[in-house]
């Protein structure tokens, strides 16, 4: 920010600051998915393109009212709050907007409604001298509109929406997996996963401060085991291994080395692709 402020090219950076930070946290809300791609998946923004002008028309309706403008004002304030933070359109932060932008989806749809009923009278009045003799059926139309936004967004989040995050999500193998089923062992077993593809550590201490009992895994790389050899295992303690079933290198060195068992495959409803085999070896 000081840069913004007195450095020589600051409009150069003001502008950048406009075009990476402000307008995707902006767009988050009508477009613009979540980059990165750990909290909501898919392509859309946090509001599906079909109920984007059902929110301008609440938006706009609420603008024009005092009361109304306060409450524009919380995703704004959202949007140029998630802007000063270096990924600004991560949708776990911008939960303190959705309140809003549900209030602002309901002003539309009712603007929208009362819209359709005012011309449907009016037309009723210009052709027979009055106004609609019952409004049932409209009231009944409202309600199957309501419906369908609501049905839209629901049908969306737990069909497309959590079949592509899955995808998103877990590119590589499950290394939570891994945590279940040493889980599912003695407590003195000592992990070790070899693996060269993106795992995350504190997913495993999470999951053992969660249950209250230890997960003794280490998470490396196949390099080290095959650079520094058998030695780079501890004796005395029962080892499970966890690789990679399709690094053969690594696997033909462990077959040289302990003439390895039968491999295990999860017990749990993972996908054969996503596993690591695991090998239980007694030192």
């Given at each position: 920010?000081?840069?913004?402020?007195?450095?020589?090219?600051?409009?150069?950076?003001?502008?950048?600051?406009?075009?990476?930070?402000?307008?995707?946290?902006?767009?988050?809300?009508?477009?613009?998915?979540?980059?990165?791609?750990?909290?909501?998946?898919?392509?859309?923004?946090?509001?599906?393109?079909?109920?984007?002008?059902?929110?301008?028309?609440?938006a706009g309706v609420m603008l024009?009212?005092?009361?109304?403008?306060?409450?524009?004002?919380?995703?704004?304030?959202?949007?140029?709050?998630?802007?000063?933070?270096?990924?600004?359109?991560?949708?776990?932060?911008?939960?303190?907007?959705?309140?809003?932008?549900?209030?602002?989806?309901?002003?539309?749809?009712?603007?929208?409604?009362?819209?359709?009923?005012?011309?449907?009278?009016?037309?009723?009045?210009?052709?027979?001298?009055?106004?609609?003799?019952?409004?049932?059926?409209?009231?009944?139309?409202?309600?199957?509109?309501?419906?369908?936004?609501?049905?839209?967004?629901?049908?969306?989040?737990?069909?497309?929406?959590?079949?592509?995050?899955?995808?998103?999500?877990?590119?590589?193998?499950?290394?939570?997996?891994?945590?279940?089923?040493?889980?599912?062992?003695?407590?003195?077993?000592?992990?070790?996963?070899?693996?060269?593809?993106?795992?995350?550590?504190?997913?495993?201490?999470?999951?053992?401060?969660?249950?209250?009992?230890?997960?003794?895994?280490?998470?490396?790389?196949?390099?080290?085991?095959?650079?520094?050899?058998?030695?780079?295992?501890?004796?005395g303690v029962d080892i499970a291994?966890?690789?990679?079933?399709?690094?053969?290198?690594?696997?033909?060195?462990?077959?040289?080395?302990?003439?390895?068992?039968?491999?295990?495959?999860?017990?749990?409803?993972?996908?054969?692709?996503?596993?690591?085999?695991?090998?239980?070896?007694?030192?």
């Amino acid at each position: 920010w000081l840069n913004l402020l007195i450095a020589p090219d600051g409009v150069a950076q003001f502008r950048g600051y406009l075009e990476d930070h402000l307008a995707p946290a902006l767009l988050h809300f009508v477009g613009h998915p979540d980059s990165s791609r750990l909290y909501y998946g898919g392509e859309t923004g946090l509001v599906l393109p079909p109920l984007v002008p059902l929110l301008l028309i609440g938006a706009g309706v609420m603008l024009r009212r005092a009361r109304g403008r306060v409450l524009l004002l919380i995703p704004l304030l959202t949007a140029f709050g998630n802007s000063l933070i270096n990924v600004s359109d991560a949708s776990a932060r911008f939960v303190v907007a959705f309140p809003a932008l549900a209030i602002l989806l309901a002003v539309g749809i009712v603007a929208v409604v009362q819209w359709v009923m005012r011309r449907l009278n009016h037309r009723a009045h210009r052709e027979h001298g009055a106004g609609l003799a019952s409004r049932s059926w409209i009231v009944q139309a409202a309600a199957a509109f309501i419906l369908l936004g609501l049905s839209l967004q629901i049908l969306y989040y737990f069909g497309p929406h959590l079949t592509l995050y899955n995808q998103q999500i877990r590119p590589f193998r499950d290394h939570q997996d891994v945590g279940w089923r040493l889980a599912d062992l003695p407590p003195d077993v000592q992990g070790f996963l070899f693996t060269d593809e993106l795992t995350f550590q504190p997913h495993i201490e999470g999951m053992a401060r969660f249950w209250g009992r230890p997960l003794n895994l280490t998470i490396t790389d196949p390099y080290y085991l095959l650079q520094r050899g058998v030695h780079y295992l501890p004796r005395g303690v029962d080892i499970a291994l966890f690789v990679q079933p399709d690094n053969r290198e690594l696997l033909n060195y462990l077959d040289r080395v302990f003439d390895l068992p039968a491999p295990q495959v999860s017990p749990y409803n993972v996908p054969r692709d996503k596993q690591y085999v695991l090998f239980l070896l007694d030192f």
